[in-house]
């Protein structure tokens, strides 16, 4: 089935072009092209697109007006900003409503590469409702705790853009969205980044302060609306585990690029569990009794009974924000890894075997079942001895 697209941009030369620079992909690709944002909003009233890219400064409706009414009227479409301008008040209106930001000049590859990962989107959820859910996110609830010493960093007459990056650093939902706007054009960086201190560095600390705390890219996890879902355990799971994956990276003598995104996979692993917990409060209630009353690993009743698991939403949610390739598939895959093609070494084998062994650092208890490892997949990789090597390492700290 084709991918639909529909292109906004009030130069009519533009338009022209990317029409002949993509006429080759119409086999793929049914695309529409409008000068306006009211004539967007027309076309998307008559025929169902799946990604709108538009320009950000056009006359009457601007790119950021157009996907704030996009978000609400159609909240399953990909929402990218393709755009050459700078002025930074009028980018930061588009944080919330774009998904991701592309520079202008952008050449094919990188047009064609980020519509390709938008396809492939649609076999990673197949509910609709569940899509339209994901895509209307765009920002992910953090600790109180750490909500609040952001908070108070930033409104500091000396606030340490060192200290704001090290405690976002160790917050799953800051550290996302923080990765998104860095990894995406937005404020002009446009590279792969996965450290959330050097994201920090690179946006500043005044571009910071507006972000968080006029337009308030974090929030704070609402208690009331928790159902089941221990967050404290979570986060410290969560961070245990890109401890446990960076030392492994580091003992099998990865690369320091290998090395940083296997943190970072780890830090944000389960970051679907976050979207379910917050968006579907009741639902998880029901999948954390059922793994508890049954002795099911979260996942598999989370598959039971929402028929998705945490991984391919959190997967579904990154994609969506441009983080890197190599991240979002440790998130997609890390219970199951023979699901990745081809198989080989890399942030995904990291991020399983680090999940599996905080697993069984700890003391069995009653409620679900611990992750498993899966062992037919690390023989494969002739790592099948690996595991108790790993787990030495790991538990030395």
């Not at 022209?16 to 004539?39: P, V």
């Not at 390709?116 to 765009?138: F, H, K, T, W, Y």
């Amino acid at each position: 089935m084709k991918i639909k697209l529909l292109f906004v941009d009030d130069e009519p030369n533009l338009l022209q072009g990317l029409q002949r620079m993509l006429r080759g992909m119409r086999q793929d690709w049914d695309m529409a092209f409008a000068d306006s944002g009211a004539e967007a909003l027309e076309i998307l009233a008559r025929r169902p697109m799946d990604v709108v890219v538009t320009d950000m400064r056009m006359p009457g409706m601007d790119g950021a007006q157009l996907l704030a009414e996009v978000q609400a009227r159609y909240p399953h479409v990909v929402r990218i900003i393709l755009s050459g301008q700078s002025d930074r008040s009028m980018i930061i209106k588009t944080v919330k409503p774009a998904h991701q930001f592309l520079a202008k000049p952008c050449d094919d590859a990188t047009l064609k590469a980020t519509i390709e990962r938008a396809r492939l989107l649609r076999g990673m959820l197949e509910d609709d409702s569940l899509r339209r859910l994901v895509s209307r996110i765009d920002t992910l609830p953090s600790l109180p705790s750490l909500y609040l010493e952001v908070m108070e960093e930033l409104q500091k007459e000396d606030a340490s853009i060192k200290r704001i990056g090290e405690i976002i650093a160790r917050d799953i939902g800051m550290t996302a969205k923080i990765l998104q706007l860095v990894n995406s054009a937005f404020f002009g960086f446009c590279r792969h980044v996965s450290s959330p201190a050097q994201a920090a560095e690179l946006l500043g600390l005044e571009t910071l302060k507006v972000l968080v705390l006029s337009v308030q890219i974090f929030s704070r996890f609402d208690r009331a609306r928790l159902s089941g879902l221990d967050v404290h355990r979570l986060w410290t799971h969560s961070l245990a585990v890109a401890n446990f994956a960076r030392t492994i990276a580091v003992k099998e003598r990865r690369g320091e690029a290998q090395v940083n995104d296997s943190f970072m996979a780890g830090v944000l692993h389960d970051v679907g569990k976050l979207v379910m917990a917050a968006n579907l409060a009741e639902a998880y209630g029901e999948v954390m009794e059922t793994a508890r009353e049954q002795g099911l690993t979260v996942w598999e009743a989370e598959r039971r009974v929402l028929q998705v698991t945490h991984a391919e939403m959190g997967a579904y949610l990154l994609t969506l924000w441009g983080l890197p390739h190599d991240i979002v598939q440790a998130v997609a895959f890390h219970h199951e890894p023979a699901r990745q093609q081809p198989q080989e070494f890399n942030c995904l084998t990291v991020v399983h075997a680090a999940n599996h062994l905080e697993h069984q650092s700890h003391e069995p208890k009653a409620g679900p079942a611990p992750s498993p490892v899966d062992l037919e997949y690390l023989t494969t990789l002739n790592l099948g001895d690996r595991l108790d090597r790993w787990e030495w390492f790991c538990q030395a700290g």
